[in-house]
């Protein structure tokens, strides 16, 4: 089994800034893609970024220029840089990843961490 724990959300003020977190652990084969998603309350979850084994980088147009997706492949960790925070980007941020074991590509999702906007 794989296990994503989230971290790093919380409040802050708009044009404030916020370092998210997704660390892997278990089972993990070979991660793949991954990425982070949100979902604002009484939306549908959405993309923000993702980022290959390899490192290719893709933003949703709400995040380019604001936040930069990057990860630790020694660490089995991927890290969401988030800058010039907006009350729009309110959201629960829900990292992904990709997992490749056993011939078997398998997505696994973290629980959540809340990221709150607003003065």
Do not use: H
Not at 11 to 36: D, K, Y
Not at 96 to 111: D, E, S
């Amino acid at each position: 089994q794989v296990q994503l724990v989230e971290s790093g959300g919380g409040l802050v003020q708009p044009g404030g800034s916020l370092r998210l977190s997704c660390a892997l652990s278990g089972r993990i084969g070979s991660i793949t893609a991954m990425g982070w998603y949100r979902q604002a309350l009484g939306l549908e979850r959405e993309l923000v970024a993702t980022i290959t084994s390899g490192g290719r980088t893709n933003y949703a147009d709400s995040a380019k220029g604001r936040f930069t997706i990057s990860r630790d492949n020694a660490k089995n960790t991927m890290y969401l840089q988030m800058n010039s925070l907006k009350p729009d980007d309110t959201a629960v941020y829900y990292c992904k990843a990709t997992i490749y074991y056993n011939t078997v590509y398998t997505p696994y999702w973290g629980q959540g961490t809340q990221v709150t906007v607003s003065s």
